[in-house]
């Protein structure tokens, strides 16, 4: 009902600003399509907090995840949990909690402040787990909202409008994700292209993008997109980004990180974020490049490259970590590769702390501080 409300409302451009600080949570029972002002927090998996508070930030991982499309949308999705499968039947997600807690508290004892989960619809995101893994762990946790990949769309996808999935996003993000009071505090990672397919951006693609930006409009959340579409059509993704009336310096790029400048400029120049992700992989796993040492020597080149062009305040570096080879349990980097391994092999290369800092801490905290909510944009 809440969803329908504010769907209603922003269709009529009656979404409701209120003030500073008041969750919907505080709100009647059933929602008044109020939308609370998170401008200058960030919004985590326990509420908002002050950026400043966040500390080093990993801005694009997987605490858990199961690749798997997810039930149809209608009734609203609810319920999806984490599996306790055995270690003999993992078929290569994140699933086991208490293997999970290990592997992030390697971040938290390196000074690790906050984690980004990006597992949304189509990578079984568990709202309740993250919220204890935030507890558990000590770590803030800013948990995503959004599909996935079009290979792991829900079955009624087609039949959904632009307009049903905002009013998703934005009861996720101002209500509570699957039937939860927990709340989603990024947008994504929103699925672009997919492995092996060059081709253009599906109608399904298209309308994921546009309600993504719709929310973020209303909400004032940032954006992160799944970039595997080819570069010419993540340009119109930004487009219909920008044609909602969202602002891209609050829009990341994941996965395009290279030491490219020109390549990079195209997203830069237009107030995007890029990211080095997915990384830290052990020698012989997917994506792996040769030891950890040799990966964290080559992303390190490529940041230097930007940094010397003068691109440090739009990039951004994460793990990505989706499968077990990652794991340093499993021979990988974990989730203090970048602090033990790539930042290192950065000072080597000159790079001051304050530089890293700006990379680790500043951008992360810049790309997820919620901007004031605004109406959307009337049809044209
Ligand atoms: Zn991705």
């Known amino acids: 009902m809440v969803r329908r409300t504010i769907a209603a409302a922003a269709a009529a ?16 029972a059933g929602g008044t399509g109020a939308v609370a002002n998170l401008a200058g927090k960030v919004l985590t998996v326990k509420g908002p907090i002050d950026p400043s508070a966040l500390g080093p930030t990993l801005t694009h991982e997987h605490i858990f995840i199961d690749f798997k499309a997810p039930p149809p949308m209608m009734p609203p999705p609810t319920g999806i949990r984490v599996i306790q499968d055995s270690p003999k039947e993992r078929r290569g997600g994140l699933t086991d909690y208490g293997e ?5 508290m390697e971040f938290r004892k390196v000074g690790g402040g906050t984690i980004v989960d990006l597992s949304n619809f189509g990578l079984t995101r568990d709202p309740e787990a993250l919220l204890r893994v935030s507890n558990d762990s000590g770590l803030n946790v800013v948990m995503g909202a959004g599909w996935y990949m079009k290979t792991l769309h829900p079955p009624d996808m087609d039949e959904r409008t632009v307009e049903d999935l905002t009013a998703i996003l934005v009861r996720d993000i101002t209500v ?18 997919a492995f092996g397919d060059r081709g253009p951006l599906t109608e399904n693609e298209i309308k994921s993008v ?28 930004l487009d219909i980004i920008a044609s909602e009336g969202v602002a891209l310096d609050h829009v ?46 080559r992303v390190a080149a490529d940041i230097r490259a930007l940094i010397d062009a003068g691109l440090t305040d739009r990039v951004l570096l ?60 009337a049809p044209r």
């Open 13 to 28: 451009g009656l979404i409701v600003i209120v003030g500073h600080g008041t969750g919907l949570r505080e709100q009647p």
């Open 176 to 193: 509570g994700a699957q039937g939860t009071r927990v709340r989603s505090g990024v947008i994504g990672e929103v699925g672009t292209g």
């Open 100 to 104: 999970s807690l290990a592997e992030i």
């Open 210 to 237: 546009r309600a993504s930006a719709r929310a973020s409009r209303i909400t004032g959340a940032p954006i992160v997109i799944h970039s595997f579409a080819p570069p010419a059509e993540l340009q119109r993704a």
């Open 318 to 377: 994460a793990h990505d970590i989706c499968i077990q080879g990652q794991l340093k349990r499993n021979g990988g980097g974990g989730y203090a590769y970048i602090s033990n391994m790539v930042a290192p092999a950065l000072r080597a290369k000159g790079v001051s702390e304050a530089t890293l800092r700006r990379i680790l801490v500043d951008n992360p905290a810049r790309l997820l501080t919620f901007v004031a909510p605004q109406p959307p944009l």
């Open 252 to 297: 990341a790029m994941a996965h395009t990180g290279t030491g490219n400048v020109e390549a990079m400029k195209r997203y830069t120049d237009r107030g995007a974020y890029v990211e080095f992700d997915f990384i830290g992989q052990a020698p012989g796993v997917m994506g792996s490049r040769g030891t950890l040492e040799q990966g964290a020597e």
